[in-house]
Structures are given as C-alpha cells and as structure tokens.
C-alpha cells in the first residue's frame, strides 16, 4: 500500500479500536490537550462502529456486486467534485483545477452521471482538496488535535474546513431529507466498506488511539503539501508501533 494510502486507511479507521484511559506505558503527547476527552469520543465511535457501520458494510460488501459498489464508489466522487474544485482554485492551482473541471464534465455526460469514469483512462487525474488544506496552505496552524463524535479524528482547523466544505458540498443544496441523508448514508457505508481488509492493521496495534492520531496528522501534512511535507513534518519513527522497552533493571 502506498504511503499516502496508509495514512488514509488509518485516519479514516478511527472509528475502530480505542481506549478511553491513557494505556500503561504511554506517554502524554503534549501536543494533545484534549487527549482523555479525545480517548472517550474515541471509544464511543468504536462501540457504534462495532455495533452498527461496520456490520453494515460487511453486508453491503458481501451482497453487492463488485462492478455495482465500483458505480457507486465513482458516483460519490464524482457528486463531492466541487469541494476539490473550488479549493484548488482558492489555492491557485490552476491547471489541477482545470484538470477537475474537465473531470467532472467527462464523468458527468460520458460517464453517465458518475456512474462511471472515463476521465481517469483520459489521463484526466483526480485531485483531493478541501478547505481545511487550503487553510493550511494560507499558513494556518492546524491546533490541537480531536476526535468528532459519529467524525473521526480532526483538528481545530480541519474542523473550521468542514464548515467551509459544506457550501461547496452539493448535497448540502438538496431539499429532499430522504435523497440528502441517504446520500450521506451511502458514503458512510461505501467508504467503511472500503476498509474492511484494513481493519487487523489497528486492531494490532498497541495503542490504536496514539497509531490514527500520528497517522491522521501525517496524513493531513501530506496533503497540505502535496505529498512533499519538509522533513521535520513527517517522521517515520510516528508509526513505530511497539510498546516503549522498560527500564533495565538495577
């Protein structure tokens, strides 16, 4: 898997695994204020994840045809278009927000309202923006870490993004309660689905908690910068996994 990938997997896996206590042997990360109050919303995630989205997206990956989740997979990206859109433009970058706008016209008519992706075999690559990126590239520090109940992991500023995000969301436009809530239900249970074989990943780790927080800030400095963070923002030794060695004995 590649790295921008792994990070992916795991931040959006934040809903599995957790621990409302500080585990033994962990130490405060004194970049996480909130720590013990992100611990608990960590938890209770886990316990609705376990009980409801996760059994959920087991049967929707089990009962329906891989070609069909593919359709709704590409139909989803291509409804959620204008948030990447609309940031790439606020962050002038002018030939990826050309580049998406072609995207989203091609995939629209030829691919039949999304349904499809002719785009992509057009060299046409997709981008991933939002606001909390572009604020990010205007300078602004992301603050403390947090875990949103029913959201995941975030941080203050990718919390003012998703605000942001909204009045370029197109759902956020539809009328009808049915078509918007199912909608967001669907990319609930599509995206879950999508990280099924990703699950054992946390599940093995010592603290799953402290793995998605590094993975989740990794993550976002890596799309901050486009996939070349400066060194001192991205850290290998993150994601070292194992417990801390005890002291030697006297």
Not at 63 to 78: A, D, E, Y
Not at 90 to 99: S, W
Request: hydrophobic share 35%; aromatic share 10%.
């Amino acid at each position: 898997m590649k790295r921008g990938s792994l990070f992916l997997s795991l931040a959006l896996l934040s809903t599995l695994g957790g621990c409302a206590s500080i585990p033994q042997g962990i130490q405060h990360d004194q970049d996480d204020r909130f720590e013990r109050f992100n611990r608990s919303v960590y938890k209770f995630n886990d316990v609705l994840d376990r009980a409801v989205a996760r059994p959920v997206a087991v049967v929707y990956a089990t009962v329906t045809p891989r070609p069909i989740r593919t359709g709704v997979t590409n139909f989803l990206s291509n409804l959620s278009s204008p948030v990447t859109i609309v940031n790439q433009l606020l962050q002038g970058k002018v030939k990826a927000f050309g580049t998406d706008t072609a995207r989203l016209v091609v995939n629209t008519t030829v691919g039949i309202g999304g349904l499809f992706d002719p785009a992509t075999k057009m060299g046409l690559v997709k981008g991933d923006e939002d606001f909390g990126q572009t604020m990010g590239r205007w300078g602004m520090p992301p603050g403390p870490f947090l875990v949103l109940p029913l959201l995941g992991p975030s941080n203050i500023r990718d919390t003012v993004g998703r605000v942001g995000d909204q009045f370029t969301e197109p759902r956020s436009y539809v009328n009808e309660p049915w078509v918007k809530y199912g909608l967001a239900g669907l990319d609930l249970v599509d995206k879950r689905a999508s990280l099924l074989e990703a699950d054992g990943v946390l599940r093995r780790s010592f603290d799953p908690y402290g793995f998605v927080r590094n993975a989740y800030r990794q993550r976002r400095q890596f799309q901050v910068y486009d996939g070349n963070p400066p060194d001192e923002h991205f850290d290998e030794e993150n994601f070292d996994d194992d417990p801390p060695a005890p002291a030697p004995a006297n």
